[in-house]
C-alpha cells in the first residue's frame, strides 16, 4: 500500500506558465493505480482522475481539458503530482492530492496562486502645463500593481492618481501619468505587485536637456514677442495721434 503525510504548501506561478503541485507517497509493492487531483469550489471539481493505469476523461471539469497531467514515469516512484500547463488566473485555488485505494486518503492539499506580469510601456504624451509629461502603462497584471516614477537619483516624483480596469480574463491594467518639471536625465517607471506574486518590472527613459529647457524657452519667447508688439503697436498709435 501506499503511506504519506498530509501537508499544505502554497505554489506560485505566473499566467502561461507550466506549473507542478507536488504530491508523493511511498510505494512498498503497489505502484499507485487510482489517483485523483480536485480543485475546491469547482463543479464538477476533477482537475485529473487516474484509475487502473490510464486517466479517466468522464468526470475531468472542462477548464482543465489538454493541460492536466501526471508523471506516469514517475508512477513507479511513489510520484503523483500534478503537472497544469498554460495555467490560467483562474486555475488559482486549493488543490488535493488523494490516492484511492481503499481506503481513501487524502495525500496533500495546495494552494496555487497565480499571477500575472507584463513589461510596462513608458511614453511621452502632450504636456498641459510646463515640463515633459510621461505616462507608464502595466498591461494585464494579476494582483493589482502599483506604479511610481523614480528620477536619476532614485527619488520618488510626485504623480497623478492612477486609473485602472478590469478585463474579461480578470488581470488588472494601469496607467498613471507624471509631469517632470525639474531637469533629470532619466525617469524610471516601477510596477510592482504588493501582495502574494512578489514581482517587480522597471522600465526607463532618458530625457535629453532641451527637452526640458524647449517649453519654457519657448514660453519665454512668445512673451517677449508678444511684449515687442505691444510695444510698437503703442508706439505707432501715440504717432499717430500726434499727427491728429
Not at 106 to 113: G, N, Y
Not at 167 to 196: I, L
Request: charged letters at 20%.
Amino acid at each position: 500500500g501506499a503511506s504519506g503525510n498530509s501537508v499544505s504548501r502554497k505554489i506560485l506561478a505566473s499566467a502561461g506558465e507550466t506549473v507542478i503541485l507536488p504530491c508523493h507517497v511511498n510505494v512498498s509493492a503497489d505502484i499507485p493505480a487510482d489517483v485523483e487531483w480536485s480543485k475546491e469550489g469547482l463543479d464538477p471539481n476533477i482537475a485529473f482522475l487516474y484509475r487502473d493505469g490510464c486517466e479517466t476523461y468522464e468526470m475531468k471539469n472542462l477548464v482543465f481539458q489538454y493541460r492536466t497531467n501526471l508523471f506516469i514515469n514517475e508512477l513507479k516512484n511513489g510520484n503523483i503530482s500534478l503537472r497544469i500547463s498554460n495555467v490560467q488566473l483562474s486555475d488559482t485555488g486549493i488543490y488535493i492530492c488523494k490516492t484511492l485505494q481503499r481506503p481513501p486518503r487524502e495525500v496533500v492539499t495546495i494552494e496555487l496562486v497565480v499571477g500575472a506580469v507584463s513589461e510596462p510601456q513608458l511614453s511621452v504624451v502632450p504636456a498641459v502645463d510646463d515640463g515633459v509629461t510621461l505616462q507608464c502603462e502595466a498591461n494585464c497584471w494579476f494582483p493589482q500593481p502599483e506604479i511610481t516614477f523614480l528620477d536619476e537619483q532614485g527619488n520618488n516624483i510626485s504623480a497623478e492618481t492612477p486609473k485602472s480596469g478590469v478585463d474579461s480574463r480578470g488581470c488588472y491594467t494601469v496607467t498613471r501619468r507624471v509631469t517632470v518639471q525639474t531637469a533629470t536625465k532619466r525617469v524610471t517607471c516601477r510596477v510592482q505587485q504588493p501582495h502574494h506574486i512578489n514581482q517587480t518590472r522597471v522600465t526607463d527613459i532618458y530625457i535629453p536637456a532641451n527637452c526640458m529647457t524647449s517649453c519654457t524657452l519657448t514660453t519665454s519667447i512668445a512673451v517677449v514677442v508678444t511684449a515687442i508688439i505691444c510695444a510698437l503697436i503703442g508706439f505707432l498709435f501715440k504717432k499717430c495721434g500726434n499727427f491728429g
